[in-house]
């Protein structure tokens, strides 16, 4: 195993006005980026909105993404359809997907979003296609999902998303316990939702609690181990084409 894990928190984030050709404000903050991964990730980002606030309607054409709702209480809209959404909501968009996201709640809402690149997009990247798809419009949401993640604790998302993220769990560690994470074959990004506890590799140690993410690059490994209060954490894992056996 190599050493370089990604670790991100929500210690001083972004203030962006008119997200997505909106009015008001919004918070930001990107948890890790495609420099350093060697998978299809375009980005792994945290987002906040006041109560009141709108993430503006828009069409991803050359990315797929997903959103976890955090906190707060919202309205997802699907290619014009509205969708309520609270904390443990998992909302995958597919490409062509148009979607914008509203708190229509009293307190902040905040969610943790994974953008993905498609396989046409992937390949351009890599310098191996010529052109981008172009999606097909339509007024049906066929491409897109609202799930529970706290109902159902671990989604494959392959009959939405075109692309090579192959999971998506919701782990709870009781106190004490383990699990060991290695990135053979595919990458893994967690984000911790509760608890504490901390995230081990070759000689370093990352204290875990809410908002620290850790990423792990093709190679790498680590292991999470729960504290006293137990530990919950979000987890994609994303397939590496070429990059060995899982």
Known sequence: MREGLIIGDLEEPSVV???????????????????????????????????GGISGEHVHTRTEELY????????????????PVGPGNLILTGLGTKHGLRNVGDEGLGWLVVELLSPATA??????????????????????VVLNLRQTPEVDPRPIFTGPLRRIRLVKLEPGQREELSAEGAEHT??????????????????????VSVTL????????????????????????????AR
């Not at 404000?25 to 906040?48: D, M, P, T, V, Y």
């Not at 351009?124 to 066929?142: K, W």
């Not at 690059?217 to 060995?244: H, K, N, R, S, W």
């Open 17 to 51: 006005y008119g997200v997505h050709g909106t009015t008001g404000l919004s918070q930001w903050k990107c948890l890790a980026r495609r420099a350093g991964l060697f998978g299809a990730w375009e980005a792994i980002e945290w987002a906040w909105i006041p109560p």
């Open 123 to 144: 390949a351009v990247f890599r310098g191996s296609a010529p052109t981008l798809p172009t999606p097909s419009g339509g007024s049906d949401v066929t491409n897109a």
């Open 68 to 83: 976890f709702i955090l906190s707060g209480r919202g309205e997802m809209t699907l290619d014009g359809k509205p969708y």
């Open 217 to 244: 690059p093709l190679g790498t490994g680590m292991t999470v181990t729960a504290g006293a209060d137990g530990l919950e954490y979000f987890q994609a894992i994303l397939e590496v084409p070429g990059g060995g």
């Open 190 to 211: 967690l984000f911790t939702l509760r608890g504490s506890g901390e995230s081990a590799s070759g000689g370093a140690t990352v204290p875990l609690k809410y908002g």
